[in-house]
């Protein structure tokens, strides 16, 4: 079973902070060896949030740089996303995904193969 599950999300102020979760089936998990976040507003396109890999590489796109974090527990097989200075046009539907899947260049994070529910997250000025 390929299952990712997200949760964290909410309404949030400027500024403010939000962690976003996203527990992988244990097949899945282990078979990945890179993962990641990606967003879709309304109207707008899918756009790669962050990624990660075995090895503790990361990579985000350039307009979260500095500001969000993405890590791993493996015990917990859990993917995490730690947003800080949340701005309104973070606003969007928010989705783990994994396997890494195509080309990924600095400052932009690789699509994913599989993808789950997604979590909202909604700032306000």
């Known amino acids: 079973q390929l299952e990712l599950v997200e949760s964290g999300g909410g309404p949030v102020q400027a500024g403010g902070s939000l962690r976003l979760s996203c527990v992988a089936s244990?097949?899945?998990?282990?078979?990945?060896?890179?993962m990641g976040w990606f967003r879709q507003a309304p109207g707008k396109e899918r756009e790669s949030v962050a990624s990660i890999d075995n090895d503790g590489d990361v990579n985000y796109v350039d307009s979260v740089q500095g500001r969000f974090a993405i890590s791993k527990d493996n015990a917990k097989k859990t993917l995490y996303l730690q947003m800080n200075n949340l701005k309104p046009e973070d606003t969007a539907m928010y989705h783990c995904?994994?396997?890494?899947?195509?080309?990924?260049?600095?400052?932009?994070?690789?699509?994913?193969?599989?993808w789950g529910q997604g979590t909202q997250v909604t700032v306000s000025a």
């Open positions: 995904g994994a396997p890494c899947r195509g080309v990924a260049q600095p400052g932009s994070p690789p699509d994913f193969g599989n």
């Open positions: 244990p097949d899945l998990y282990s078979s990945s060896y890179c």
